[in-house]
């Protein structure tokens, strides 16, 4: 990892096969997550970990592709991480860009298959670009969207529909329960739909802290 945030060094993808990775340990996440809330609350954007139940829910995604490249947008502490690395195909990419270099650091050390970076989501182009990609397959994304202003909404947004295939692509999000109605909440799904043809969203996840519904979106409009 270099010092100043910019980039902590990926590691490769393993060969198959691909090693699953063990139990998330949940709960020495959440005291890690819940410091990092306490210091930062705004840019971590929850105060527990997503739990294995949502992680799995969003990871679906990444199944209907034969050697998917996938970036993550906010692992964190892996949750999401960990749902994605046990549905990957042999064969598919995983990228995860994070913010804080704190959990950029533990997640090198935890996820040898994942290229970990440590960069905002909006540099997302220049991300894959750096890296030879021209389009992903599928983004999922654990970012704090409803705690973002709303420039920092659309410029991610359009990093991930520059960057996601227009036609097979998918990208994925999840939306707390209890704020799915707060005006942040609002915006951010009208910008979405603005850039997305299709967007759905899930019966609310309930064995999550707190409950979550997920939104799938595809078909990137071209007028966007
Ligand atoms: C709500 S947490 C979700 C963490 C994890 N994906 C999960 O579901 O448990 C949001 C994560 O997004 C990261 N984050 C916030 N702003 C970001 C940005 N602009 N670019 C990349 N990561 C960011 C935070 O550091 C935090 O790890």
């Given amino acids: 990892m270099r010092d100043g945030g910019v980039t902590v060094k990926s590691s490769t993808?393993?060969?198959?096969?691909r090693r699953r990775p063990q139990g998330s340990g949940y709960w020495s996440d959440a005291s890690v997550f819940l410091w990092s809330w306490l210091r930062s609350p705004g840019a971590t954007g929850a105060v527990l970990p997503s739990s294995q139940y949502l992680a799995s829910a969003m990871a679906q995604v990444v199944t209907r592709y034969e050697t998917p490249t996938v970036a993550e947008l906010g692992p964190g502490?892996?949750?999401?991480?960990?749902?994605?690395?046990?549905?990957?195909?042999?064969g598919g990419r995983h990228l995860a860009v994070e913010l804080n270099p704190g959990f950029a650091q533990r997640l090198v050390a935890r996820f040898p298959e994942v290229e970990v970076v440590n960069d905002s989501a909006a540099a997302l182009g220049r991300v894959l670009k750096e890296r030879g990609i021209e389009r992903v397959d599928a983004v999922v994304s654990g970012l704090p969207f409803t705690a973002f202003p709303v420039a920092l909404q659309r410029d991610v947004l359009d990093a991930v529909v520059a960057s996601v295939d227009p036609d097979n692509g998918v990208f994925t999000t999840f939306n707390y329960v209890g704020a799915y109605s707060m005006p942040a909440?609002?915006?951010?799904?009208v910008l979405l739909r603005r850039r997305f043809a299709e967007v759905m969203i899930s019966r609310p996840v309930l064995r999550n802290i707190p409950p979550a519904y997920v939104l799938t979106a595809r078909k990137v409009r071209g007028d966007t």
């Fill in 77 to 90: 502490t892996g949750a999401l991480t960990t749902g994605i690395q046990r549905v990957l195909p042999p």
């Fill in 13 to 17: 993808m393993s060969s198959s096969p």
């Fill in 185 to 189: 909440a609002q915006r951010f799904r």
